[in-house]
Nanobody, 115 residues
Framework: VQLQASGGGLVQAGGSRTLSCAAPGSNFGVDIMGWYRQAPGKQRDLVATFTVGRDINYSDSAKGRFTIYRDHAKKLLILQMNSLTPEDTAVYYC??????????WGQGTQVTVSS
């Protein structure tokens, strides 16, 4: 499985950005997918993810501002981000956990929020 994240870029504070992740070769809709991010000098942290029970977990910072969903027609995992702040600046990674328990990571896409 190769994860292909896209949509990063430069955005002003208060703006929005939509990230997409394609997962060719995956069992889309069955495999567990989500988004993490890593800011410079910090660890990689959860942003939002689907769970085994098909619920959604959001980080506290993402709740109310970010939305994760699957576009089944295009087989894309989407992260819609609104009300962005400079603290959201990070490399965003798409991740997939398959039914065997193996985790895959995409190459990451940089989101930079200017104040």
């Amino acid at each position: 499985v190769q994860l292909q994240a896209s949509g990063g870029g430069l955005v002003q504070a208060g703006g929005s950005r939509t990230l997409s992740c394609a997962a060719p070769g995956s069992n889309f809709g069955v495999d567990i997918m989500g988004w993490y991010r890593q800011a410079p000098g910090k660890q990689r942290d959860l942003v939002a993810t689907f769970t085994v029970g098909r619920d959604i977990n959001y980080s506290d910072s993402a709740k109310g501002r970010f939305t994760i969903y699957r576009d089944h027609a295009k087989k894309l995992l989407i992260l819609q981000m609104n009300s962005l702040t400079p603290e959201d600046t990070a490399v965003y990674y798409c991740t997939l956990l398959d039914l065997s328990g193996r985790r895959y990571w995409g190459q990451g896409t940089q989101v930079t929020v200017s104040s």
